[in-house]
């Protein structure tokens, strides 16, 4: 089980910071991910990290501004998000990979959490 915390409403520039809490599943052997679902838009990646917290991944528009972490002693995942656009505004998923190497696509992710809203203002 996912569930993911820390969205809310932000003017542009501010920054949050979504946790992802895991529950079940060793989460220690699970690469993670976030993803986003604007309104009328497809879910697309955001950032991933690997088992170990050693290889992190980010999609081109968050390089820079994101920062994805993890602490497998508290199961927990991060997604740190400075310099907050309102183009980010979106639901944000926590997602985990049955795999310790994460991937760039949904479909390769095995759970999922119900997603927390995440409103940018300008």
């Known amino acids: 089980q996912l569930v993911e915390s820390g969205g809310g409403l932000v003017q542009a520039g501010g920054s949050l910071r979504l946790s992802c809490a895991a529950s079940g599943r060793p989460f220690s052997s699970s690469a993670m991910g976030w993803f986003r679902q604007a309104p009328g838009k497809e879910r697309e990646f955001v950032a991933a990290?690997?088992?170990?917290?050693?290889?992190?991944y980010y999609t081109d528009s968050v390089k820079g501004r994101f920062t994805i972490s993890r602490d497998n002693a508290k199961n927990t995942v991060y997604l740190q998000m400075n310099s907050l656009k309102p183009e980010d505004t979106a639901v944000y998923y926590c997602?985990?990979?049955?795999?310790?190497?994460?991937?760039?696509?949904?479909?390769?992710?095995?759970?999922w959490g119900q997603g927390t809203q995440v409103i940018v203002s300008s």
């Open positions: 997602a985990a990979r049955r795999m310790v190497v994460p991937g760039r696509k949904a479909d390769e992710y095995d759970y």
């Open positions: 990290i690997s088992w170990s917290g050693g290889s992190t």
